[in-house]
């Protein structure tokens, strides 16, 4: 069955550098427009960054467009978030997901998710 799987979560000082992996399985990866949300603890779910299926179009929610880069490996079934100058409201759990077709911003309308990883940013 479709299957993500988020890694490379951490704790960073303020300033510093992840890159975030979601490995993807059971699906036609290629065909799926990929997404990377966030929840921090008593917030909603935030759109991070979606990626069209070829990987040609992204896009960038204003808290993180030009710190965080999204990509896509599609031969390797593999979805990719470097974060860099990492600011302690960047701290949640950070989630990648998969939608049939086009990006979308909204959660409601990705159909998998991964389990989340961790990311903390402290000094």
């Known amino acids: 069955q479709l299957q993500l799987v988020e890694s490379g979560g951490g704790l960073v000082q303020p300033g510093g550098s992840l890159r975030l992996s979601c490995a993807a399985s059971?699906?036609?990866?290629?065909?799926?427009?990929m997404g990377w949300f966030r929840q921090a603890p008593g917030k909603e779910r935030e759109g991070v960054s979606c990626?069209?299926?070829?990987?040609?179009?992204?896009n960038y929610a204003d808290s993180v467009k030009g710190r965080f880069t999204i990509s896509r490996d599609n031969a390797k079934n593999t979805l990719y978030l470097q974060m860099s100058s990492l600011k302690p409201e960047d701290t949640a759990v950070y989630y990648c997901?998969?939608?049939?077709?086009?990006?979308?911003?909204?959660?409601?309308?990705?159909?998998?998710w991964g389990q989340g990883t961790q990311v903390t940013v402290s000094s």
């Open positions: 997901a998969a939608r049939y077709g086009y990006c979308s911003g909204d959660g409601d309308e990705y159909g998998s």
């Open positions: 990626i069209t299926t070829s990987g040609g179009r992204t």
């Open positions: 059971g699906f036609a990866f290629g065909f799926y427009a």
